[in-house]
């Protein structure tokens, strides 16, 4: 499973590209509205960071198909690099989708909830579709069944389309999508700590450490 990192904050992306195996970022328009700034800075700032070869999944705020790929084209031709652009499920997004691939631009179809709409997204031909897996929680829905379902749908049909989930909110849900075969998931930055923190791990440590100074104090390795 490859993971990305869920934000529009420059310095989160600049800690998180620095110290974990990500494959990019994903924004939307609430997580770039946070950043309070100036649309075009950030992006090019964020493709700075990461660079051209990491995924960069960017939404359009258009509503109809031709300002949909109006807008993706100037985003693909402002940034570049490896970049996807997201668009929610609906007939304009599935149009847009559609007119997208004709011109070889990423589609990322976004705002999914249910195995159909993910496996007509993935017929229009979007490269990744984001199920939201806490939203699904948060309404005793069933966020990872339903990861489960698009997983097994794309394997059935074999469709190239991947599993982007997304709409975290611990690290039970990223595991429960690992299992389920996801090929993608994308995480905001409190959740890669907690991800790799655990308390025996810690203790483990500690231990290493008591136990080196106790026989050689603050020497280290280095200067044996
Ligand atoms: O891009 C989708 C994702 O960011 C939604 O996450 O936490 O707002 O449910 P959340």
């Given at each position: 499973?490859?993971?990305?990192?869920?934000?529009?904050?420059?310095?989160?992306?600049?800690?998180?590209?620095?110290?974990?195996?990500?494959a990019?970022?994903?924004?939307n328009?609430?997580?770039?509205?946070?950043?309070?700034?100036?649309?075009?800075?950030?992006?090019?700032?964020?493709?700075?960071?990461?660079?051209?070869?990491k995924?960069l999944?960017?939404?359009?705020?258009?509503?109809?198909a031709?300002?949909?790929?109006?807008?993706?084209k100037l985003?693909?031709?402002?940034?570049?690099?490896?970049?996807?652009?997201?668009?929610?499920?609906?007939?304009?997004?599935l149009?847009?989708?559609?007119?997208?691939?004709?011109?070889?631009?990423?589609?990322?179809?976004?705002?999914?909830?249910?195995?159909q709409?993910?496996?007509?997204?993935a017929?229009?031909g979007?490269?990744?579709?984001?199920?939201y897996v806490?939203?699904?929680d948060?309404?005793?829905?069933?966020?990872?069944?339903?990861?489960?379902?698009?997983?097994?749908?794309f394997d059935?049909?074999?469709?190239?389309?991947?599993?982007?989930?997304?709409?975290?909110?611990?690290?039970?849900?990223?595991?429960?999508?690992?299992?389920?075969?996801?090929?993608?998931?994308t995480?905001?930055?409190?959740?890669?700590?907690?991800?790799?923190?655990?308390?025996m791990?810690?203790?483990?440590?500690?231990?290493?450490?008591?136990?080196?100074?106790?026989v050689y104090?603050?020497?280290?390795?280095?200067?044996?």
């Amino acid at each position: 499973m490859k993971y990305l990192i869920d934000t529009g904050n420059v310095e989160a992306i600049r800690h998180i590209n620095e110290f974990y195996p990500i494959a990019g970022v994903t924004t939307n328009p609430t997580l770039v509205a946070k950043e309070k700034t100036d649309f075009w800075k950030l992006i090019k700032e964020i493709r700075n960071i990461i660079g051209d070869d990491k995924m960069l999944h960017v939404q359009t705020v258009q509503t109809t198909a031709e300002k949909m790929v109006e807008e993706a084209k100037l985003i693909k031709e402002t940034v570049g690099g490896e970049l996807y652009i997201k668009i929610p499920i609906g007939e304009e997004g599935l149009k847009a989708t559609m007119m997208l691939k004709k011109l070889g631009i990423g589609v990322t179809m976004t705002a999914i909830f249910t195995p159909q709409q993910a496996l007509i997204a993935a017929k229009a031909g979007a490269d990744f579709v984001a199920p939201y897996v806490n939203r699904l929680d948060n309404i005793v829905g069933d966020g990872t069944r339903v990861v489960e379902d698009i997983v097994i749908e794309f394997d059935n049909y074999g469709l190239d389309c991947q599993v982007l989930s997304a709409s975290f909110k611990n690290v039970e849900q990223i595991h429960n999508c690992a299992l389920s075969g996801c090929h993608t998931a994308t995480i905001a930055p409190e959740l890669f700590k907690a991800a790799i923190s655990h308390p025996m791990t810690d203790a483990a440590v500690n231990g290493f450490t008591s136990d080196w100074k106790a026989v050689y104090g603050d020497k280290t390795i280095l200067d044996f």
